[in-house]
């Protein structure tokens, strides 16, 4: 320690607090003002144009209606909406809405952080009957993913998770949902011979993670009703090294059309060295 240090130690600790601070010292704040799908003041402008670490606030009310595919997500961003009540954001049928995923293969974790919104009408395509592509109808997040006050409804994946679809991509991501609603969603081709599971949310991992890697689900308040897998895992399927927890969640009404779980599916790993998913939910 410097002698200024010894003298005065409330300094360096403050120089040093205002150090660790530094990189969020100029995080930003945008504001959505536009319903419209491009242009000032657009969600998909806006997240154009943010950087890591900053924060976006939608103060526009109504449907935004996406017309030039998903919005992709690459960096590190909170979205706060008005209310899952007050704005709605739909796929309107023939694109995903959020790809949440960096795009630099071995980059640190990119989370997203997302509140007051509801997803509609996502969709995600894939070639039938047994898709490669085509997971997370609504959002596909390979980042550490958080959800507040959300409802995922009426979407479609041709793969897995017909409303959300999550891959662990490296150990200590995780998933973290409260207040959520995911109703009415679907996955998997009719007659599907690979892919139709996680009618409502998949949660798994991606095929470059480490055998080491470990991940963390947490559900709270969280309900999942009349969603529909064409083969496994009609409310929820869970897949990879992920420790699950949830508490006042609810399956209701959910189905699997053709092989098991109904409510929840539980998937051995098809990579021998990844370890198998852990579930403990409470009332």
Known sequence: MNRTCRRHRWLCDLTGALMLAAPFANAANFTVTSLADSGSGSLRDVVAAAASGDSITISATGTLTLTSGEIP????LTITGPGSSALTISGGGVSRIFKVSVTTSGAADAPLTLSGVTLANGYATGTCPAPSTGSGGAIAATESLSLSDVAITSSYAARNGGGLAWAL???GQSLTMSNV???GNSAGCPSATAGGVGG???AGYDTSVTSSAT???SLTSVSALGNSAQRHGGGAAFAGPLTISGSGTRFNGNMARTGHGGAIYLAAPSVSTVG????SLAT
């Open 73 to 76: 997500v690459t960096k590190a």
């Open 169 to 171: 991509r490296r150990s």
């Open 181 to 183: 609603r995911i109703v």
């Open 200 to 202: 409502g949310l998949f």
């Open 215 to 217: 991940g963390t689900l």
């Open 276 to 279: 198998t998913p852990g579930l």
